[in-house]
């Protein structure tokens, strides 16, 4: 019977990891076998994570926050969790080879998923100039030309933040009208920098080594054309990794697990949750470092009130014992 089981080894999992592990939990983190160590492993530098001045790679950064959390006694295993039991005192994940694992507390730290486009060559140039996320990588399209895919607010947000380093962003959109709030199209249409190409969508991406272009391809007649770029940020969303809890935890209007306040309990006891699968907004490592700490915490509090209630009960037991008349010995008799 393990303490805790966390399941995702993102920036929120191996920190959760690092705090249970450095309070004697000996916790066991669930990895998966094919995506380990989250989105970032597909992000090249890092420079808004505190503590690395000089930028880090993300695949650098995820194998620093392992070696850490294992530095501790944290347990890792490459495999896919299957099924999970989360209602009752003890919890069970079972694992795509078979193993099934019981644990007192499951931190759920799944991160979310971007949503692509699914061409052949967003993978293969993902980091040399397609990105998900301006925030982290803006800064490395100084004055150069670059598009955003989307019409919503994230797009809106996405493409006025990147005017601050580019030196000019097209907004690439299906329709003739974005479902971005009005506020946030407004503040894009009054952008110098920001241009629309209305009714297009991206057919293909250009480039050997790095972005150097895309096929737009009218949703009206059908007709091709290149826009040369030297970035393209797609930002038509996300989704959480929830589809193991359905109808187990609540979910909130979102889609992401709903916790309690500024907390990582969900609505089953013993069960928390860090990082990107509660959080539709921020999305960042950071953040979800800083959730996978308050996981931790939680489910260290949560184990303590455990083996207290369970040392109480086991008092109340042996003081009741200790009161109970004893039976007498039985006594002896002789037919005669």
């Given at each position: 019977?393990r303490?805790?089981i966390?399941?995702?080894?993102?920036p929120?999992?191996?920190?959760a990891?690092?705090?249970?592990a450095?309070a004697?939990?000996?916790?066991?983190?669930?990895?998966?076998?094919?995506e380990?160590?989250?989105?970032?492993?597909?992000?090249?530098?890092?420079?808004?994570?505190?503590?690395f001045p000089?930028?880090?790679?993300g695949p650098?950064?995820m194998m620093?926050l392992?070696e850490?959390?294992?530095?501790?006694g944290?347990?890792?295993?490459?495999?896919?969790?299957?099924?999970?039991?989360?209602d009752g005192d003890?919890?069970t994940?079972?694992?795509?080879?078979?193993?099934?694992?019981?644990?007192?507390?499951?931190?759920?730290?799944?991160?979310?998923?971007y949503r692509?486009?699914?061409?052949?060559d967003?993978?293969?140039l993902?980091?040399?100039?397609?990105?998900?996320c301006a925030t982290?990588?803006?800064?490395?399209f100084k004055?150069?030309?670059?598009?955003?895919i989307?019409?919503?607010?994230?797009?809106?947000?996405?493409?006025?933040?990147?005017?601050?380093?580019?030196?000019?962003?097209?907004?690439?959109h299906r329709?003739d009208?974005?479902?971005?709030?009005?506020?946030?199209q407004d503040r894009?249409?009054a952008?110098?920098?920001?241009?629309f190409?209305?009714?297009s969508?991206v057919a293909?991406?250009?480039?050997?080594?790095?972005?150097?272009?895309?096929?737009l391809?009218?949703?009206?007649?059908?007709?091709?054309?290149h826009?040369?770029?030297?970035g393209l940020?797609?930002?038509i969303?996300?989704?959480?990794?929830t589809h193991?809890?359905?109808?187990q935890?609540?979910?909130?209007?979102?889609?992401?697990?709903a916790?309690k306040?500024?907390?990582?309990?969900?609505?089953?006891p013993g069960v928390?949750?860090?990082?990107d699968?509660?959080?539709p907004?921020?999305r960042q490592a950071i953040?979800?470092?800083?959730?996978?700490?308050?996981?931790?915490l939680?489910a260290e509090?949560?184990?303590?009130d455990?083996?207290?209630a369970?040392?109480e009960?086991?008092?109340?037991?042996?003081?009741?014992?200790a009161?109970r008349?004893?039976?007498?010995?039985?006594?002896l008799?002789?037919?005669?």
């Open positions: 019977m303490q805790v966390i399941i995702g080894s993102g929120a999992g191996y920190t990891a690092i705090y249970a450095r004697s939990l000996q916790p066991l983190l669930v990895a998966s076998s094919v380990a160590g989250g989105e970032l492993m597909n992000t090249t530098e890092i420079e808004n994570f505190p503590g000089e930028g880090i790679q650098e950064l620093k392992q850490q959390a294992e530095r501790f944290t347990e890792v295993l490459y495999d896919d969790v299957t099924e999970l039991k989360l003890v919890k994940v079972t694992l795509g080879n078979g193993q099934v694992h019981e644990a007192h507390t499951v931190i759920f730290a799944t991160g979310s998923a692509k486009l699914g061409l052949h967003e993978e293969r993902s980091g040399h100039g397609v990105s998900w982290c990588d803006g800064f490395f004055e150069k030309t670059i598009a955003v989307g019409g919503g607010d994230s797009a809106m947000e996405e493409a006025t933040f990147l005017t601050r380093f580019a030196s000019k962003v097209y907004v690439i329709k009208t974005l479902r971005a709030s009005k506020i946030m894009a249409f952008n110098e920098k920001i241009e190409v209305w009714n969508e293909g991406i250009t480039g050997a080594d790095a972005v150097d272009g895309v096929t391809r009218s949703t009206i007649d059908g007709t091709e054309t826009l040369p770029l030297g940020f797609i930002a969303g996300n989704d959480p990794r193991l809890i359905h109808g935890l609540e979910l909130a209007p979102e889609g992401t697990i916790v306040g500024r907390s990582s309990k969900t609505n089953l928390f949750a860090a990082g699968v509660i959080d907004t921020y953040t979800a470092a800083g959730s996978g700490t308050i996981a931790a939680d509090h949560y184990l303590a455990l083996e207290q369970a040392g009960a086991s008092a109340i037991g042996e003081a009741q014992t009161g008349p004893q039976p007498a010995d039985p006594v008799t002789t037919t005669v």
